[in-house]
Each structure stands twice: as C-alpha cells, then as structure tokens.
C-alpha cells in the first residue's frame, strides 16, 4: 500500500484514541524482547496500531511505535549509545546527525521512518514519562492503566542479566 | 587493561565505544553499519572469563510484531541465514560471538553486519498473505459491531437466487433486506462473493453490499472492479459512514 504524505498527516493530526481501561499487559516475546500492543481509533473506527518494545537486558531501551494501517509512520526511541544519520532529501528542520538517545522518527513520503529529530529534555524520563510525551506527540489518547513492563517480569530479567 | 581499553584497541578507529551506565561492565560500540530507518548498530561487548562476548541482544529484531507463527518461523530463518553468511551464532533474537581479545575487532564487525542484515532482510519482507482465521475473525468483528449498533442482523440466512440455486448471506439485516458479505483478500472467497450476489442480482429486493477488510491494507483495485459490478462496496474503515444505510435501508 502506497501512503501519501497528506493522508499520514491527517492521521497523524487527527485525535486518536487506544481504548481499554484494563492495564498494559506485556508479553515477552523473547528475553530481549517485551512487547505490548493495542489498536488505535479514530472516531471508533480502528486505523492504525500503537506497539511497544522493551529491551529488559538494556538499560532504557525503550521504543513506542504508531502504525497507520500496516505502515509505521510515527516512532519514538530511547537507546544510547545513539547515532543517527538523516538521509538527503530530508526536510529542512531535519538535521543531519543526531546523538540524542530520545529521538523521534516521522514519516515522510518517499523517506519512510529515515528521518529522526532529537527531543530534547527527556534524559532523567521515566518510561511512563516517555510514554506520555508520545501519547502527546501522536495525539493519543491513551486510555488503558500505565503498568511497568519489568513489572512481570523482573525473575526473567535478571535471570538474563546472569547468562 | 580494562575491558573499555581491550575493545578500543581492537576495533577500528570509527567505532566509538560507550561503557553502559547500568554498572555490568558492558561495551557498547557504536558500528558504521545502519540499520534501515538510518540508526547506527550497536554490538556490546563484555569480557567472559578469558573470552569476550559481542551480542547485539536482539537489536536486529527489536521491533518486529509477529502476527503469526508463520511469521516467526520466516524471521527464524532470516536471522539464522544471516548469521550463518556472518560467522555468528543465533539464540532467542540474539546474534553473537565469543571470541578472544585478539578476535575482538572482526567479530564487533561480524555481529554488526548481521544485525543490519537481519534487520534489512526484515524490513523487504512483503506482508504476509491473508490467512483464512483472519477472513473467519473479521466476520465476527462485523457481526458484533453491527449489534453493538443496535443493528438486527441474521448469520448464514438461506436465499434463493435466480437460477434457481440457494446461498447463504453471511450477514443479513432481514428488516432492510441487506446482505452483507465481508471480503478479505482470498480470491477464492472474492470469486464466491461475486457468484453469489450475480445470482441474487436477479432477485428483486436485496441490498446486496461487499464489504472489504481494509483494516490492514484494503483488497487491491481488482477486488474492487470485480466486485463493484455486483453490488455496493464498502470498506470496513468508514463504518460509521454507512452504518446508518445499512440500519435505516437507506
């Protein structure tokens, strides 16, 4: 499926809503990888998917991920060490190397999700902090009950640390 | 010489090492490879005994959604493929080497290299075909959504056609006479739809509406063109639209 830039921006501009009162419930998908994802509605009609992951043998790695059908078209990272080269032909606010372990990723036509932009002030951000910031971003409103991802998981976690 | 120092001298002059911050010792190198949204990969390395242990703890994979064994079993595949064409071992998500000191600099390299593939290889997979749970899934999700909105609807109600030849409607509002058909992406199941509502084309009276799955990515402009010569279609996407034609007959 072919996106168009305005149809990105108009989902990306229109208010989203992830449903559901109920608690994130995170799924380990393997010991590197903790996951959770949820269908995002526009006006209750599902267009698109929130997915997040949690490296637990990382510290603070963490992504948040907007999809518009099956396209990503919205990301927000945390990882460090970090380093980020935008590719020509990106748009003019766009730098062309970034070191910011909190960056974004927007779509853009012909560029996909290549195009990153440090945010800035989010160095100390919890990971419901982060959460928030791209809730905010993506003009979400996030509706189920925040639950740490090591929640569950803190015997797998540092069994893994271990091996 | 600290573990920091032994990778400094053993990788190459542009890959910058990072000690982590959480107090395990860990290295991370900051490689010249990228993977295909343009972040840079990174290996860790940490000193097992007198061997050093590069992983890219499943970096490679991080982000991928599995909607499917199927799919899992496809990205399995991929990574041990790429492992094996790299040198490096594959466990749970993971690339990774143990090697000596000595060794280091190569293997930084060969991990990197296999992450970025791995990653890369991922991200050309087409999606994947449409499976028939899927088509089973979405009839309920109809089905449910349209009782939700107080619509009366009927499963598998018996029809005559034209011909002579009785179908079932898979959704039928029986006040409004609308059969609804959902439609994936199957050709078999698009070639069944068209069957169907060709015959009761012939039948004075029904709301015949082919109603596509778009809720991934909508059935190509060929579903369409086919489909749009029997009845009405719809997506899925803009229910709230025609929910009310379907409710009031309109």
Request: hydrophobic residues 35%; negative net charge.
């Amino acid at each position: 499926m072919d996106l168009l830039q305005g149809e990105v921006d108009a989902f990306m501009e229109a208010q989203k809503v992830v449903p559901s009162a109920s608690p994130i419930a995170w799924q380990n998908g393997s010991p590197t990888q903790v996951i959770w994802q949820a269908p995002v509605e526009v006006e209750a009609v599902q267009q698109g998917t929130v997915f997040f992951y949690v490296n637990p043998t990382l510290p603070r790695r963490w992504i948040f991920k907007l999809s518009f059908h099956r396209a990503e078209i919205y990301r927000l990272d945390v990882k460090q060490p970090m380093r980020h080269s935008n590719p020509a032909g990106r748009p003019a606010d766009c730098p062309g190397t970034i070191l910011c372990p909190e960056h974004e990723h927007r779509w853009r036509q012909g560029l996909g999700l290549n195009c990153a932009w440090p945010l800035e002030n989010l160095s100390d951000a919890s990971h419901e902090r982060i959460l928030e910031v791209f809730c905010e971003r993506a003009r979400i409103d996030f509706r189920p009950d925040y639950s740490d991802p090591a929640s569950g998981l803190q015997l797998e976690i540092g069994k893994e640390r271990d091996v | 010489m600290s573990v920091k120092e032994t990778v400094l001298a053993a990788v190459a002059e542009d890959i910058a090492c990072e000690v982590l911050a959480d107090g395990s010792g860990r290295i991370g190198c900051l490689t010249p490879f990228e993977y295909p949204d343009g972040d840079a990969v990174v290996v860790w390395v940490r000193e097992m005994g007198d061997k050093m242990e590069v992983s890219d703890y499943g970096e490679g994979l991080a982000d991928q959604e599995f909607r499917s064994d199927y799919e899992r079993g496809i990205v399995s595949d991929i990574a041990r493929g790429a492992a094996r064409a790299n040198g490096v071992a594959v466990f749970e998500g993971r690339l990774g080497t143990q090697c000596t000191p000595a060794e280091l600099g190569e293997n930084v390299l060969r991990v990197a290299s296999a992450s970025a593939q791995v990653a890369a290889s991922i991200a050309c997979q087409k999606p994947s075909r449409r499976k028939e749970s899927e088509e089973n899934e979405f009839v309920r999700l109809v089905d449910e959504t349209l009782r939700q909105s107080k619509v009366p609807v009927e499963r598998e109600h018996k029809l005559q056609g034209s011909s002579g030849h009785s179908h079932r409607a898979t959704i039928y509002v029986p006040h409004t006479h609308t059969i609804l058909e959902p439609v994936g992406g199957h050709w078999n199941q698009v070639a069944s739809v068209y069957t169907k509502f060709s015959d009761l084309a012939g039948v004075n009276g029904f709301h015949r509406y082919s109603l596509l799955d778009d809720r991934q990515e909508s059935p190509g402009d060929d579903v369409r063109t086919l489909l749009v010569g029997v009845s009405d279609v719809i997506t899925w996407s803009a229910h709230d639209a025609w929910l009310p034609h379907i409710r009031g007959g309109e």
